[in-house]
């Protein structure tokens, strides 16, 4: 596997960074207290206490806790297309392109789990981070997205146009990060996460085409 990609977990790809020990043990203590109890609710004293290491040592490759939170989120952004687009672009099939696509982003959510929690909890009251996640992300998957919705209408006549193909966009990352909400916040159980997916994917393909 690369040691530039997210592997199954934030915690595996940062086992193959260089990095010194101390910064390696700060990151790691910090994406879990993060997750369990929050930015604001996680001091940098929790944080030494966690990785066993001083808070000096913390502030040694770190000024301030929020540029500690902005290097555990930052890697995760390029990751969100490095393998899934050029995946993407070898379905022309809509039905194919939806199941990879809801398949593909959840498991992406799921093995990203701790981080994407820190994520939606600090989008809801850090708008700085907010205002910037969302042009990351606009600028690294949103027109790729609206590129490759272009050419399935192409090879897929049922497919409705919509003014904005943002919409489309937009309800299809919604109903995926409900679920994870659902999953992995909430921790509500499920019988079939196999049924669960699927449901999602109908609703999809329900929301983009009209029947022929």
């Not at 969100?80 to 070898?90: A, C, D, I, V």
């Amino acid at each position: 596997m690369d040691n530039n990609t997210i592997l199954h977990s934030y915690q595996d790809w940062l086992k193959v960074q260089k990095m010194p020990a101390g910064k390696k043990k700060t990151l790691s203590a910090a994406v879990e207290l993060f997750s369990r109890q929050g930015y604001n609710g996680t001091s940098t004293a929790q944080i030494a206490e966690k990785a066993s290491i001083s808070q000096a040592t913390i502030f040694k490759y770190f000024k301030t806790k929020e540029e500690l939170l902005s290097e555990i989120i930052e890697p995760l952004i390029p990751e969100l297309k490095k393998e899934f687009l050029p995946k993407l672009k070898t379905y022309s099939k809509i039905e194919d392109a939806i199941h990879f696509i809801v398949q593909n982003r959840f498991r992406f959510l799921a093995q990203n789990a701790d981080i994407i929690k820190i994520i939606l909890q600090e989008i809801l009251v850090n708008s700085g981070l907010r205002q910037s996640l969302m042009a990351a992300i606009q600028d690294t998957i949103i027109d790729d997205l609206k590129m490759q919705l272009s050419r399935l209408q192409n090879d897929n006549p049922n497919i409705v146009t919509y003014q904005e193909d943002c919409e489309v966009i937009r309800t299809g990352l919604g109903l995926l990060f409900a679920y994870f909400f659902q999953r992995f916040v909430l921790e509500i159980s499920t019988q079939s996460e196999e049924k669960d997916l699927k449901c999602i994917e109908e609703q999809l393909i329900k929301l983009i085409t009209t029947k022929v």
